[in-house]
């Protein structure tokens, strides 16, 4: 803006803005702090060197200026100008000035601090939102808005109607992302009815971007009900992206608890994400909890990986799996069907080894590893996996019979030796 303003012929700089409607074209330019009567029909003061000049044409021959300067005296100085004249400033410019001047400050944000604690003095918190609906710049409401917070008599429902209003009557998804991250940030919220108002307002954002940074600070600062992190979780899953929305779903994860009463919902939208590497990220913190997960959550959170396509990271999965969680028989199926969808050798041998590394070892997990095997083409690879479970697991019975079975199924000698060795040293 001090570019702009230099190039328009004022070297100290400022702020230049212009509205265009029709053959009107009204614009201001101003630079220093513009101190407005408390009836907004006039300037009582600008700060040192400051200036404001507003200028208003219809087509190319009405033009109607006026010039507030703080001169080298310390006084304001008024000039008022007539399709490129000046003409005495009373009383027609005060009076031009007095009818434009409402509208200017209500939607320039001049002395908006000021502003309003003065609306607020006179009418409390709503007088304030009453004003903000009138306000049509998003920039000024958000700042108006802000202003009030910052006076932290907003508590309550008027901090609900508050954040409601915002997301009703802002319309750009950054000054709305903005004000939201500032009540997060600041943890003015205290009731469910607030952070839900929250949600909603988010959910109103179309930028993936702008959305993900609205709720991620709401999800960062302090524990969530089960109700609200419902309502988070859902607003999320209208995030387009599918990196922001695994950005989001993994700090969610990470600073909330996924009880059974959200791991639904977490599933639901985690599973819209297309790309193989952003789902498994999503996925991972639902599992990487150091609490044992119900093995229910668990079964669901594996059938929710059988989305992942990739070899490389459906296995790094599977091993975050085993590595955080118990399988038991509820979780044993969807595991190794997950299991059984990766098609590359040397991944699925990577699962299987992790598998059997676990101390808490039964005979279905051990039969189901050794049946996997029949998926894996490279002896090498298949061999592995079982000498693992000969060196892990006990066979005896039925789970013997598997294990020498696999083992005759190797296509190589050398690696069937090597298994049948491994079990002959037990």
């Not at 304001?76 to 200017?104: H, I, S, T």
């Not at 607030?194 to 709401?218: D, G």
């Not at 302090?222 to 599918?242: C, H, K, N, P």
């Amino acid at each position: 803006m001090n570019w702009i303003g230099s190039w328009f012929d004022f070297p100290e700089g400022g702020n230049s803005w212009t509205v265009r409607d029709g053959n009107r074209t009204f614009s201001v330019r101003n630079h220093g702090d513009v101190d407005v009567t408390d009836d907004d029909l006039d300037v009582r003061a600008i700060s040192d060197r400051g200036y404001l000049v507003i200028e208003e044409k219809f087509g190319w021959t009405n033009r109607t200026r006026v010039d507030l300067r703080h001169d080298e005296n310390g006084q304001l100085q008024r000039k008022f100008y007539r399709n490129g004249k000046e003409v005495p400033y009373e009383p027609e410019g005060r009076a031009w000035l007095a009818k434009k001047m409402p509208d200017l400050v209500r939607n320039s944000g001049f002395g908006a601090e000021a502003r309003v604690k003065r609306i607020h003095t006179a009418g409390g918190p709503a007088a304030v939102l009453a004003e903000v609906t009138l306000i049509k710049n998003n920039y000024v409401k958000r700042i108006y808005l802000t202003k009030l917070l910052d006076l932290r008599t907003v508590q309550g429902p008027m901090l609900t109607k508050l954040i409601a209003q915002a997301g009703q009557e802002i319309t750009s998804d950054y000054e709305r992302t903005e004000l939201l991250r500032d009540i997060a940030k600041d943890r003015l919220m205290t009731s469910d009815d607030q952070r839900l108002a929250y949600t909603t307002a988010a959910r109103t954002i179309n930028s993936s971007y702008e959305h993900r940074r609205a709720l991620q600070p709401l999800v960062e600062n302090g524990s969530l009900s089960e109700a609200v992190m419902r309502s988070a979780i859902e607003s999320a899953g209208t995030i387009e992206s599918d990196y922001e929305l695994a950005e989001l779903m993994i700090a969610l994860g990470k600073n909330q608890p996924l009880t059974p009463g959200v791991m639904d919902a977490y599933v639901a939208t985690t599973v819209t994400i297309d790309s193989d590497y952003e789902m498994r990220r999503a996925l991972t913190p639902a599992i990487s909890t150091s609490t044992t997960l119900a093995p229910a959550v668990v079964r669901d959170v594996l059938k929710a990986s059988h989305g992942i396509n990739s070899d490389y990271e459906m296995a790094e999965f599977l091993i975050s799996v085993v590595s955080k969680q118990k399988l038991d028989d509820v979780g044993r199926a969807a595991f190794f069907t997950a299991a059984d969808s990766v098609h590359s050798d040397y991944e699925r041998g990577r699962v299987l080894k992790a598998a059997v590394g676990r101390s808490s070892l039964n005979d279905g997990i051990v039969l189901g590893v050794i049946d996997s095997t029949r998926g894996i083409n490279s002896a090498y690879e298949a061999a592995n996996v079982l000498r693992d479970v000969a060196a892990n697991y006990q066979l005896n019975g039925e789970v013997r019979k598997a294990f020498v079975a696999a083992a005759e199924r190797l296509t190589s000698d050398h690696e069937r030796d090597r298994v049948l060795v491994a079990l002959v040293k037990q």
